[in-house]
């Protein structure tokens, strides 16, 4: 019988810097889940499923190779939205909120966007009244 060659297994063949194979991976980091325990099917989940979502594509989406520490804070940012959203919702319905934890949210929140890169842009909003409105010349 004809001797085989060894064949190295797949850790020996990977970088150091590739981490461990996916199987040994955390879903989280697969990007299976969002979370490590499931929250289960919750309003509140589905929109930090969504807020998520968008945060991520307004600083290039999943295929911009966000690192690590762009997930992380995108991730932050969803949370400390939805936080804001529900305090905003007691304070709609007229129950009292702790304004003090609801304005140092805001800021984080703001702190966490810059971070990102993300900025406040003004929108063109097209015409402006004087655009319409004839232009006199002014009597010299």
């Not at 949210?105 to 319409?132: I, K, N, V, Y």
Request: aromatic residues 4%; hydrophobic residues 35%; proline residues 6%.
């Amino acid at each position: 019988m004809e001797a085989r060659p060894a064949v190295a297994p797949m850790s020996a063949i990977r970088n150091a810097s590739d981490g461990p194979p996916n199987k040994v991976k955390s879903a989280v980091t697969n990007g299976r889940r969002l979370h490590v325990v499931r929250p289960g099917d919750t309003a509140w989940s589905r929109r930090f499923r969504d807020v998520l979502a968008e945060i991520i594509s307004d600083i290039g989406g999943h295929d911009a190779g966000l690192s690590e520490g762009q997930r992380q804070l995108a991730r932050r940012a969803a949370t400390i939205s939805i936080t804001c959203e529900k305090m905003e919702g007691e304070a709609a319905a007229g129950h009292d909120i702790d304004f003090e934890q609801y304005g140092q949210l805001t800021d984080r929140l703001g702190r966490c966007f810059a971070r990102l890169g993300l900025r406040r842009q003004a929108r063109d909003l097209g015409p402006t009244l004087s655009d319409f409105l004839p232009r006199r010349e002014l009597p010299r």
